[in-house]
T-cell receptor
Framework: RKEVEQDPGPFNVPEGATVAFNCTYS??????FFWYRQDCRKEPKLLMS???SGNEDGRFTAQLNRASQYISLLIRDSKLSDSATYLC?????????FGKGTTLSVSS | DAGVTQSPTHLIKTRGQQVTLRCSPK?????VSWYQQALGQGPQFIFQ???????QRGNFPDRFSGHQFPNYSSELNVNALLLGDSALYLC???????????FGSGTRLTVV
């Protein structure tokens, strides 16, 4: 079983749609959780950290369920510029362990 | 303020050869991690260097080795290249043992 699992998609949505990505992780010792964004042929960039209490950054909301080892990302009012691959990331020690990524394509 | 700098940007090597990739961390960062990203996959953790020592290692063979210098820059060496080593190699740096990683734009290695 992979340490971080995501549905690879692609998710094809119209502008203005709400879309949710899910991720599960297998290492119960993981302490820190993140969502990264990666544009085509570019490096990953931190989108947001994920906390058990849930956290929001503008149109983006992240949730963590430690009991179920489940992480989610909700994007509201999707924009064309949100088209990218979204990577679920958990810590192992001080290293980052990435999922395969979920591809989002937003169309007009 | 320069971010993470990697060189070269692209490289073509033949099977069996050896390659060295280089990384200069962001100013103020002293931890360097290396990742391999194959096409269509997420980045896979290779190893992490801090205080010139390998601190953590992912599931990669001994053909993959590294080094960190006193100025915190780092090298990734891959020996006996295989076709399957073709990938984007990413370097990421962070301050101390924090998770505030900044990624470089990577070195795209093609093995033929």
């Amino acid at each position: 079983r992979k340490e971080v699992e995501q549905d690879p998609g692609p998710f094809n949505v119209p502008e203005g749609a709400t879309v949710a990505f899910n991720c599960t992780y297998s290492n119960s010792a993981s302490q820190s959780f993140f969502w990264y964004r990666q544009d085509c042929r570019k490096e990953p960039k931190l989108l947001m950290s994920v906390y058990s209490s849930g956290n929001e950054d503008g149109r983006f909301t992240a949730q963590l369920n430690r009991a179920s080892q489940y992480i989610s990302l909700l994007i509201r009012d999707s924009k064309l510029s949100d088209s990218a691959t979204y990577l679920c990331v958990v810590s192992r020690g001080t290293a980052l362990i990435f999922g395969k990524g979920t591809t989002l394509s937003v169309s007009s | 303020d320069a971010g993470v700098t990697q060189s070269p940007t692209h490289l073509i090597k033949t099977r069996g050869q050896q390659v060295t990739l280089r990384c200069s961390p962001k100013s103020g960062h002293d931890t360097v991690s290396w990742y391999q990203q194959a096409l269509g996959q997420g980045p896979q953790f290779i190893f992490q260097y801090y205080e010139e020592e390998e601190r953590q290692r992912g599931n990669f063979p001994d053909r993959f080795s590294g080094h960190q210098f006193p100025n915190y820059s780092s090298e990734l060496n891959v020996n006996a290249l295989l076709l399957g080593d073709s990938a984007l190699y990413l370097c990421a740096s962070a301050p101390g043992r924090d998770y505030g990683y900044t990624f470089g734009s990577g070195t795209r290695l093609t093995v033929v």
